[in-house]
């Protein structure tokens, strides 16, 4: 400030040394210290839907200094279940849903569907081409999810006046992509070039879904 006689005095305010004062004195003045938040640049992998939580713990009061913990933690929805349909009575080459094997994809995201299934059928004499199939169907947008379906068993062709029971497995799966919920299933077939079959049946053992990324 300026004072009498042409004379310039400065005061200098005191600084109270304490590791929590935010001021710092320097020879060009008071540093006052500034926050600056940096994260994912805006058109970057946001979106409603997380796949990871974040958790803040605030400092106790008057806590001195003031420490603040953040931590991540992965939560991906997910959800299974399990079916079984006799599909004996159903006209061939017809997709019939499993009951039971019917899961809601909960939100936007891509998920990994997968379904264990088992298939038996019971050849009758000579058949040509006895075939159970199973795929991954979804209900909401009327469509088979790609890269599902599955060949749980083929037998060619068995010799005239005998009977085979035939069992056998397989697993149908894929990264499927939504961008809203969906209800999926899981549904069976049968075929036959030639000959008689009964018997016939598809069963989920395990259907799973599980949120991999948003």
């Avoid at 006052?32 to 974040?54: E, F, M, N």
């Avoid at 809203?180 to 030639?194: N, Y």
């Amino acid at each position: 400030m300026a004072g009498t006689c042409g004379r310039t005095y400065r005061v200098d305010a005191p600084v109270d040394p304490a590791p929590c004062n935010a001021l710092t004195r320097t020879a060009g003045g008071l540093l006052v210290p500034h926050t600056a938040l940096q994260g994912i640049a805006p058109g970057g992998a946001v979106s409603a839907q997380r796949s990871v939580d974040i958790d803040v713990t605030a400092p106790a009061a008057g806590a001195c200094p003031e420490t603040w913990q953040v931590g991540a933690r992965l939560t991906p929805v997910s959800g299974q279940t399990s079916g079984a349909v006799g599909i004996q009575g159903s006209p061939f080459d017809t997709w019939i849903p499993v009951a039971g094997a019917q899961l809601a994809l909960p939100e936007a995201g891509v998920y990994e569907v997968i379904a264990d299934v088992q298939g038996g059928v019971i050849m009758n004499g000579s058949v040509s081409n006895a075939i159970i199939q199973a795929r991954i169907f979804d209900v909401t947008a009327n469509a088979v999810i790609p890269l599902t379906t599955r060949t749980i068993l083929l037998f060619a062709a068995t010799p005239s006046a005998s009977v085979h029971t035939l069992q056998a497995t397989a697993s149908a799966s894929a990264l499927y992509q939504v961008a809203g919920p969906r209800t999926i299933r899981v549904e069976g077939l049968k075929h036959v070039d030639s000959g008689t079959t009964s018997g016939e049946a598809v069963w989920a053992q395990n259907f799973r879904f599980r949120k991999v990324a948003d």
